[in-house]
């Protein structure tokens, strides 16, 4: 019979919270998991996974005009249209400043404008010590990452499928904009980790407002609680009168930065009393 797979999404509302070392240790304590890194814009999860990569595939998405200087005729229509000021008075177009829209190739009369497609990263199918792993690199600059984290969350679940795993975990991007909604629509469990700072605070329930909108169940994790206690009581206050459970208070262990520097995940780097606590956690998700 096959099993029942879950979907978990680790976010945080905020970047540097903690949340890329904590799925890193649920990769090392799930038995049967596929993982995955949504925060295709700056991608570190793979750093703690060592994954070996088996697959490559390019991520196409967008377009960005081309004249070509053999057919236009310099009437200017382009240039006069172009809201972006994406092209020159010489009838070149800058790439960066071109945002696809197309009015351009519409509006030329000699059809000397054609859309070419972006090539703006690549995503990948690797192998870990964990389980599969699914990961992607969006290009600098590059837009339309979260249609990126649609695609590796599609071949992630696939993975998971074909496998017979029980959970996809799934390392979430930070803020609230497209590729945490990306990264959160249609899991079963959210789990939020935030830290006892003021910004902390706010982005944790700014992303919570996001997840309760797609009615995902959510819980919370205060990283680092004892930094600030005052903030830590806030916090706890704060998911209180959202009836969200704080699953965990994990303490500061400068044990968590030497894992994070000999590039392991801190429960198999030693077993401290915040390990104790990490799987803990794992246990009650």
Known sequence: MNRIMKQITVISGKGGTGKTV???????????????????????LHLLLKPQIREKHQFISGQTAKIDREICTECGQCISICRFRAITEDYEVDPISCEGCSICSFICPVDAITMEENLTGEWYVSDTRYGPFVHAKLGIAEENSGKLVSKIRQAAQHIAERENLD?????????????????????????????PTLSGIHDMERVADVAR???????????KYDINLKNSESIEKICQKRNIEVLARLPFA?????????????VEYCSDQIVKEIIALWNKM
């Open 167 to 195: 959970y996809v975990i799934i390392d979430g991007p930070p803020g609230i904009g497209c590729p945490v909604i990306a990264s959160l629509s249609g899991v079963d469990f959210a789990l939020i980790v935030t830290e």
């Open 22 to 44: 904590l799925t890193a240790s649920f990769a090392a304590l799930a038995k049967n998991a596929c993982f995955v890194d949504c925060d295709v814009d700056a991608a570190d």
């Open 213 to 223: 909108h797609f009615d995902i169940p959510t819980k919370v994790v205060i990283n």
């Open 254 to 266: 400068e044990v968590v930065v030497q894992s994070m520097v000999n590039g392991m995940p801190v």
